[in-house]
């Protein structure tokens, strides 16, 4: 019963003093990290910890060997160190450190959500595989555990002893606590937990009468001990916090210093949580969270229906098993064991919080309007070839006839997504010569102006078929809502294929000219989405070359009906023969190395973890290949290894853009092959996913292409390399060097085209 648990009072043990992990095969685990910004002094090269350090590879190892790949896991911990460094970065406008505060603490719930959930089912399924890095789901678990909490610490140890002062000495910003309240603050403070706070808040009970209530995911929650006040008995209750008025309440100050003063609600709520529950003492309130288990797993063999089976997982994700805690570090034992009991957890599940409980609250701060503490805004422009339909002398000539003129390589967000791509669906939508509108949807955003034009597209009288990928993770429910808006307007919807994710971005569309049918393509790195087309660095190419559009063609028959012996001439479509024709790319470049010496490869990509790639670059590097590889997150392959990849190096960059783009590059003797996809190098895209990369052929394509990489290879702003030990190093200028920010030098470039 709650009560008799409340009045039981052991001892507990803190996450800190759990058991420390096993690292396998002799890696050896940091018990803490120290990652500082850089001093504006300092012209030295900083570095990001790293949590484990990989074992050595033993002589004559072979490829397989587990000392030759880095922990997925561990790189994506690394990944995410190298965002919180952002927030720490005094070069790093004010309120954009708060948002990389607040995408750090939104990473990790996907990690825990995802990857953590997932190892959690493996070892209660009592899976013994071993990953590539040679570790058991069970050993992996118990060093992640111990290297996230170190970052979750490290995050909110920023916000709390960084950023708070920063805002406010700097910004004017205060994020005040309830005791830094005047008493005409708390009054008004009070009358407004009456009026607005007080008629919506649901406490709730726990004794025997009343079970333990459900928690939803990711929601924040204070837990409250009370104690009857004549017969002095203690209870448990929980209250959720509103999430309908905001996490920061605004308070009003006479100060013209204090630009803005902010109270996070659950402060308030805690301070007059008395009136909810009169007659009873109050002994404490404590903010918790909890994070559910996101990595469901689906038997697509077995259901008969597709969109049924993902809204069932939906409801099942709801109530999935929880694998975090986060709990204020005030909270007494009695709390932490009632919240362990009840929740099903270990004591390595629980994160303590010295601080704000929930940092994703930050956006709401970063997106503050005091443009002089952001990023200088950018407006992407319109390139050059678009331009053209602008132009007062060719005002009647459509977008089709710009295409027709050749090839068109788009870069968002330095490119306009919406004078663009958008533009050519829109246009489509209402030109009557247009037949047929075919296109894939993985993720788009509200208000999708792409959704509209398809719509009337549909509406016109057009073939319109679209391949809506429900199982894209986080937007199911959102892409089930389109799909069926889709089809109410009578668009063609296919719902992905069994057993494989529609990861691929294309857009066909079918004219009908002088000479026959014509087909357009645009195939992309990133989704159809309006919003992220402004953050995410993607490519795209628009053509009419008729070998792409009969292989466009060829794709979406496949993707609608049933044809997966489809033949492809320039296409490379994964999982049918896109790791094939990667693996004949780089040996290739062996080839050419050993005859020419020219073997050259640059790939700039998400992440690397197909073990299979990365044996073959492994062997294109001892055969003296020189191989550059831009990664912006993890990678399982460990550059400058003597012996097996001495040649071959990585970078990460960071910075204002995501980047989402990927290029490959192959010298190919220097008859340049060039390619961009939606593909990374890792095994869920070459094994599991309908991806799709096409070959940029026009010279000055291909040449733009190539800068692109070079301006990533020799960015010394944003840019990390990664060591052999893992670690990963930041870049900067030193002494009369420029300083050449691989953001900013495109942001220029695409002004430049423009005009």
Known sequence: MADAVLDNKPEAVSAAQSSQPRANGGSRLKQSVDLEAPNEDERTVVSVPRAVIPQDVPPEADLNHPALYFNRELGWIDFNWRVLYLALDERTPLLERVRFVAITASNMDEFCQKRVGGLKRQEAAGVHDLSPDGRTPTEQLSMITQAFLVMHRSMTETWENELKTALRQQAGIYIYNYADLNDQQRQDMYDYF????????????VDPGRPFPFLSNLSL????????RKQKKKHFARLKMPTNLGRWLPIHSDDPDKKGCFLPVEQ?????????FPGMEILGAYPFRITRNADLRRDEEEAADLLSMISEELRERRFAPVVRLEIDTQAPSVVRDLLTRELGLKEDDIYEVDGLVDLTACFDIANLDFPEFKYEPWEPVNPKPF??????????EDVFAII???????HHPYDSFATTIQRLVEEAANDEKVLAIKQTLYRTSDESPIIKALVKAAERGKQVAVLVEVKARFDEANNIEWG???????????????????????????????GGPRTYCHMGTGNYHSKTARLYTDLGLVTCDPIIGRDMVNLFHYLTGYAPEQPYKKAIVAPRDMRTKIYEYINREIEFQKQHGSGRIIAKMNALDDVGTIRELYRASQAGVQIDLIIRGHSRLRPGLKGYSDNIRIVSILGRFLEHDRIFYFHNNNQPITLIGSADWRNRNLSERVELSVPVENPSLQERLIQLLNIALNDNRLAWDLEANGQYRLRRATGAQTEDNAHQILMRQALERAI
Do not use: C, F, W
């Not at 027709?404 to 788009?410: A, K, S, T, Y």
């Open 194 to 205: 009456q009026n607005q706070i007080y008629p919506i808040l649901t406490p709730l009970a």
């Open 221 to 228: 929650s204070l837990a409250i001990i009370l104690q009857d």
């Open 268 to 276: 308030l709520i805690k301070e007059h949580i008395g009136d909810l």
């Open 387 to 396: 331009v053209a339909l602008d132009d007062d002398e060719t005002s009647k």
């Open 404 to 410: 027709r003129r050749g090839d068109i390589l788009v």
């Open 484 to 514: 069926h808006m889709l089809e109410q307007a009578g668009v063609h919807v296919a719902y992905g294929l069994v057993g494989l994710k529609i990861h691929a971005k294309a857009t066909l569309i079918v004219r009908q000219e002088k």
